[in-house]
């Protein structure tokens, strides 16, 4: 028996009670992704572009304890200015609950309170994956196990170009989540259009997405289903430039001893000050475009359901 804090905005609860579209959103994109305040720009323009497209954004975060599906304005303007917002994995999700505490929810989080929620398809910018060196660090993102456990269809740009895509991929394919390239057979690389690694199958309409991830789930499989959505082109920024800030990342990440939870946002912004800003640019016009798709697959299963 489902027992979670569930806090269910009133506009999601109507648009569910009505068979209606909703698309989860997380929340670490927000807290921890973006500075100030493009952060609140950027996720206020994604609940939009989700309702411009057919369906209700659920952007979705812990608040004194409660998990929050939905949130009001007020509410996501403190999840982008709360310097005390915790980042919130699978692990953490019961302290927070349990002290009452105020956390951005990660892709794996998101999963867990989007499947607790009933909602079955979530918008994030890149996956988690395994990240380079993990031979040595077994840095292994948790967003990987969850998409092995967690029937949520995760529209992204791929996984973080900071990460090992192969290993990441290989990951996947041992857990058995089936990843859907669209509008390319290749796997995206979040601010890179293309990794050089396949994707297992590529679909680019919205209903015929749908179908695969009705299927999977009707045959008893129920893991997540990644669908990669690469970044437009105007704004996709080439590999081996990409590369080159990249290293430069990692090494002083390295240097200063970085590793964990806090590897991730501290690549993205160390690339962020690499790049002059042309980085967070593409972070926003990606997560802008997998808010479109992603409110299409969710228009595409709320039609099958």
């Not at 196990?145 to 269809?153: H, M, Y």
């Not at 057979?185 to 990794?195: E, K, V």
């Not at 990342?249 to 790049?275: C, H, N, V």
Request: net charge negative.
């Amino acid at each position: 028996m489902n027992t979670a804090p569930l806090l269910i905005a009133p506009e999601v609860a109507a648009a569910q009670a009505h068979g209606q579209a909703v698309v989860a959103l997380e929340s670490t994109i927000i807290a921890h992704g973006m500075p100030w305040p493009e952060n609140l720009h950027t996720a206020q323009a994604v609940e939009q572009v989700v309702r411009e497209h057919g369906a209700v954004p659920a952007t979705i975060a812990l608040l004194d304890g409660q998990i929050c599906i939905g949130l009001t304005p007020e509410q996501l303007q403190q999840v982008a200015q709360d310097p005390g917002m915790m980042k919130a994995s699978r692990r953490d999700l019961g302290f927070a609950v349990a002290m009452r505490r105020n956390a951005a929810t990660t892709v794996s989080a998101t999963m867990i309170c989007a499947h607790l929620g009933g909602i079955e398809v979530f918008v994030t910018g890149g996956i988690g994956g395994v990240h380079r060196e993990a031979s040595s660090t077994f840095d292994i993102s948790a967003d990987l196990q969850e998409l092995a456990r967690t029937p949520v269809a995760v529209v992204c740009a791929g996984a973080k170009s900071i990460l090992d895509i192969g290993l990441t991929l290989e990951y996947l394919e041992t857990q058995g989540v089936p990843v859907i390239s669209r509008g390319q057979a290749n796997f995206a690389a979040f601010y890179t259009q293309d990794s050089g690694f396949a994707a297992d199958q590529r679909i680019d309409s919205a209903a015929d997405q749908a179908r695969l991830i009705r299927a999977h789930w009707q045959l008893g499989l129920n893991s997540g289903v990644v669908l990669s959505n690469p970044i437009p082109d105007a704004d996709a920024i080439a590999r081996a430039t990409m590369d080159g800030w990249i290293t430069q990342a990692l090494a002083d990440a390295r240097a200063q001893g970085i590793s964990g939870k806090a590897s991730t946002p501290f690549l993205l912004a160390r690339i962020k000050e690499l790049s002059a800003g042309v980085s967070l640019k593409a972070n926003q016009a990606l997560v802008l475009h997998n808010a479109r798709v992603g409110a299409e697959l969710a228009v595409a299963m709320a039609a099958q359901r």
